[in-house]
């Protein structure tokens, strides 16, 4: 079956680095997207990788190695409206998103 | 610009019932979706549609039904609701064979069902 792994929670500190990761079994691989959710609201996209390497975006950058079926999301300088659920989700073989759980970021003063 | 909106922002209905929940873009996007959030799980998809005209089964299309009338609305129906049917709906849009294809979620629709 086809399946995505990611932790159901993390804690940081404001203004401190986190890295979220997304490990994914997946009958083929069409891209890997981030969304975040804020609590009680629309999820709304942050990054794809469709390639294997880093992409930058500002504060978030994302990272993807295919071969190791593997993504993390890193957040720097971390803010408290980055208190959120980071949702990862991987567009398969037949083009079909499949998504994890989510993972609910908190961010400590 | 809108975006995505949907209607009602939360409702409860009672078992048996049938509800309509409203979907409407301005986007002009050719692609909508329609799934439903649990706590705990992944997003799973209900129905989606590539293009006015057409509509296709998700992973738990059982007891919703969809319709594509126009390129901008996208009804989901619940025939006959049922407990298990609680949860929060999504309506997303995408721009099918643009760049990346990300979606557009509306706010979401709060449903429980008694």
């Known amino acids: 079956g086809q399946n995505i792994d990611q932790p159901t929670e993390m804690t940081a500190t404001e203004g401190a680095i986190v890295q979220i990761n997304c490990t994914y079994q997946?009958?083929?691989?069409?891209?890997l997207f981030w969304y975040q959710q804020h609590a009680g609201e629309a999820p709304t996209f942050l990054s794809y990788?469709?390639l294997d390497g880093l992409e930058e975006k500002g504060r978030f950058s994302s990272f993807l190695s295919r071969s190791k079926g593997y993504s993390y999301l890193l957040l720097k300088e971390l803010q408290m409206k980055d208190s959120a659920s980071y949702l990862c989700a991987v567009r398969d073989g037949n083009y079909q998103l499949i998504w994890g759980a989510g993972t609910k970021l908190i961010i400590k003063p | 610009t809108a975006g995505i909106t949907q209607a009602p922002t939360s409702q409860i209905l009672a078992a048996g019932r049938s509800m309509t929940l409203r979907c409407t873009q301005d986007?002009?996007?050719?692609?909508m979706y329609w799934y439903r959030q649990d706590l705990g799980l992944g997003l799973r998809l209900i129905h989606y549609s590539n293009t006015a005209g057409t509509t296709g089964k998700g992973e738990v299309p059982d007891g919703y039904s969809v319709s594509r009338a126009n390129t901008d609305d996208f009804p989901l129906t619940l025939a006959s609701a049922v407990p298990s049917q609680t949860s929060v709906y999504f309506c997303?849009?995408?721009?099918?064979?643009?760049?990346?294809?990300?979606?557009?979620f509306g706010s979401g629709t709060q449903l429980s069902v008694l």
């Open positions: 997303a849009s995408s721009d099918k064979g643009g760049a990346n294809e990300k979606l557009f």
């Open positions: 990788n469709v």
């Open positions: 986007m002009r996007h050719n692609a």
């Open positions: 997946t009958s083929g691989f069409n891209g």
